[in-house]
């Protein structure tokens, strides 16, 4: 786990790579439609702008939002209200207003007196302000990413800010075979990452459960799964369609096949 100071020098990297970006893009680049259901480029950095603000005590805007299909559920209909509410403005305003909020932000987070134990939100449950700050990374980085997919430009895929998110994602492999694709006990599925982050993983089922394990190489599992960065966070977070991915080559396949398309189909934890 990294350190209080080193998860907040990790927020800073990744909103001042998101900054970065934003400056490149023109305004209908800011319009362009993500793979982050119903949001476009500009949508995105609305939301964490938003999760920022609430952070930081700042009401939301009173404002209603439009339904559309890609509201599951009142968390869901919460950011569509900031987000809906920013569709008015320019991507460079909106790109101000996330410099400012995460100016604050870093200022609460960076003062000598700070509370990392103090208690937080997190998404999932009650937790401080240091079991926040993971989520936070890994939120903003995942939606950089949906922002530079959707216009051809990659980056930040390197460093450690992407290293936390991608461990986040990376850890919920075992809930995926476990629970959705549910193998018999013993079965092993190897994972194998290319590019920025490489790694590789093995799950195995146990008891009818999942979990990691370091006694078999991935490319010896029963299934192996191998893709790029880029591949497995589209996977992961529900971005794309899985069946299209998992088919137009984008994954490789060794061992069961079968068993590894149904995991690789089903890696998305988020929606």
């Known amino acids: 786990m ?4 080193e998860l907040v020098d990790q927020l800073t990297e990744v909103w001042e790579s998101l900054g970065d970006f934003g400056d490149s893009l023109s305004e209908s680049e800011w319009k362009t439609p993500t ?25 939301a805007p009173d404002h209603t939002a439009p339904g559309g299909t890609h509201i599951k559920n009142d968390v ?22 996330f410099r400012e909020v995460t100016a604050a932000r870093l200022a609460q987070l960076n003062a000598a007196d700070h509370d990392f134990g103090a208690d937080s939100w997190t998404p999932i449950g009650p937790g ?3 079991d926040a700050l993971p989520f936070r990374i890994f939120d903003t980085w995942v939606h ?10 990659p980056g930040g895929a390197a460093g450690p800010a992407a290293a936390t998110a991608f461990d986040r994602i990376q850890s919920m492999a075992p809930r995926s075979v476990g629970k959705k694709v549910a193998p018999p006990d013993g079965t092993t599925i190897g994972f194998t990452i290319a590019g920025p982050q490489a790694r590789s ?17 991935p490319e010896d599992a029963d299934a ?13 977070t529900g971005r794309g369609d ?13 061992g069961d096949e079968d068993l590894g398309r149904a995991v690789a189909r089903t890696l998305n934890f988020l929606f």
Request: aromatic share 8%; with cysteine.
């Open 2 to 5: 990294p350190t209080d100071r």
């Open 35 to 59: 793979e982050c259901p119903g949001w476009s480029v500009q949508d995105n950095l609305a939301h964490v702008i938003a999760i920022e603000s609430t952070i930081l005590d700042r009401p």
């Open 76 to 97: 869901g209909a919460m950011n569509e209200i900031w987000v809906d509410w920013y569709r008015t403005r320019s991507g460079a305003e909106v790109l101000a207003d």
């Open 128 to 130: 401080t302000v240091r």
């Open 144 to 153: 950089d990413q949906d922002m530079r997919r959707a216009v051809d430009r």
């Open 201 to 217: 993983f093995t799950v195995r089922m146990e008891a009818k459960r999942a979990g990691f394990v370091d006694d078999v190489a």
């Open 224 to 236: 192996h799964v191998s893709m790029d960065l880029d591949t497995y966070v589209r996977l992961g």
């Open 242 to 254: 899985p069946d299209v991915i998992v088919t137009t080559g984008d994954v490789g396949f060794s």
